[in-house]
């Protein structure tokens, strides 16, 4: 069992910054990757960036330059650095983890970004 936690997530001007965190615990040596997903009502989850166990990341195009996503592996936890934040932004920010053939869902946190 893995578990998740994501924090960070807040209300925001255009052209801020916030950065969010996704801790883990419970069986975390399996981890193989972790990956920051967004999702706003009405419309399916997308990958916002990932970062795969040897430190390989990939951002979508809409993020990119903007976006960074890095790691503390004291702290087990995965961090979202989002900045020149825009409206088209605000979702609720999830972060997920394949771990032993199951794929484990934090709760969730709401980034709000005011025009």
């Known amino acids: 069992q893995v578990q998740l936690v994501e924090s960070g997530g807040d209300l925001v001007q255009a052209g801020g910054s916030l950065r969010l965190s996704c801790a883990a615990s419970?069986?975390?040596?399996?981890?193989?990757?972790m990956n920051w997903y967004r999702q706003t009502p009405g419309k399916q989850r997308e990958l916002v960036a990932g970062?795969?166990?040897?430190?390989?990341?990939k951002y979508a195009d809409s993020v990119k330059g903007r976006f960074t996503i890095s790691r503390d592996n004291a702290k087990n936890t995965v961090y979202l650095q989002m900045n020149s934040l825009k409206p088209e932004d605000t979702a609720v920010y999830y972060c997920?983890?394949?771990?032993?053939?199951?794929?484990?869902w934090g709760q969730g946190t709401q980034v709000t970004v005011s025009a």
């Open positions: 997920n983890a394949p771990s032993g053939g199951t794929l484990y």
């Open positions: 419970g069986v975390i040596f399996r981890i193989n990757a």
């Open positions: 970062m795969s166990r040897g430190g390989d990341t």
